[in-house]
C-alpha cells in the first residue's frame, strides 16, 4: 500500500517562508504521476492549491498548476530520485493558515489541469496532513 508522509508545516508570521514535503513511499511511480497539495481551513472546504504531473505529455522538468491566490508566492517541484515533492511557500498570509495534503494518482497520463477541474475526486491516496498557521 502507497503512503504519503508529509512534513515541514508550522508556525510563521506573515511575510515568512516554509517548505512543505511529501515523500510516497515504494510503489509510487514518479514517472507517470501527478501530485497534489490540498489545504484546509476551519469551515472551509479542501481547495487546490498546487499540481504537478509529471508523464508524456508534461514538459520536461513536470507541468504545474497553481490556484490564482498562490502563484507567484508558492513553487511546487519534485525530486524523482527521492520520491517527495516540495511545496515552498512564501510570502505567506494568515489566510495561508490551513492544514496542508499532498496527495497523489499513479499512473498518471492526463494533464495537470485535472487538478483544478476534478479536485480531491481525482486523488486516491493522501497524507495525513500537516498543520500551516501564518500570525499577523
Known amino acids: 500500500e502507497v503512503q504519503f508522509v508529509e512534513s515541514g508545516g508550522g508556525l510563521v508570521q506573515a511575510g515568512g517562508s516554509l517548505r512543505l514535503s511529501c515523500t510516497a513511499s515504494?510503489?509510487?511511480?514518479?514517472?507517470?504521476?501527478?501530485i497534489g497539495w490540498f489545504r484546509q481551513a476551519p469551515g472551509k472546504e479542501r481547495e487546490a492549491v498546487s499540481c504537478i504531473s509529471n508523464n508524456e505529455i508534461s514538459s520536461s522538468d513536470g507541468s504545474t498548476y497553481y490556484k490564482d491566490s498562490v502563484k507567484g508566492r508558492f513553487t511546487v517541484s519534485s525530486d524523482n530520485a527521492k520520491n517527495t515533492v516540495y511545496l515552498q511557500m512564501n510570502s505567506l498570509k494568515p489566510e495561508d493558515t490551513a492544514v496542508y495534503y499532498c496527495a497523489g494518482l499513479y499512473p498518471w497520463h492526463g494533464s495537470v489541469i485535472s487538478c483544478e477541474i476534478v479536485g480531491d475526486d481525482l486523488f486516491d491516496t493522501w497524507g495525513q496532513g500537516t498543520q500551516v498557521t501564518v500570525s499577523s
Open positions: 515504494a510503489g509510487f511511480g514518479f514517472d507517470d504521476y501527478i
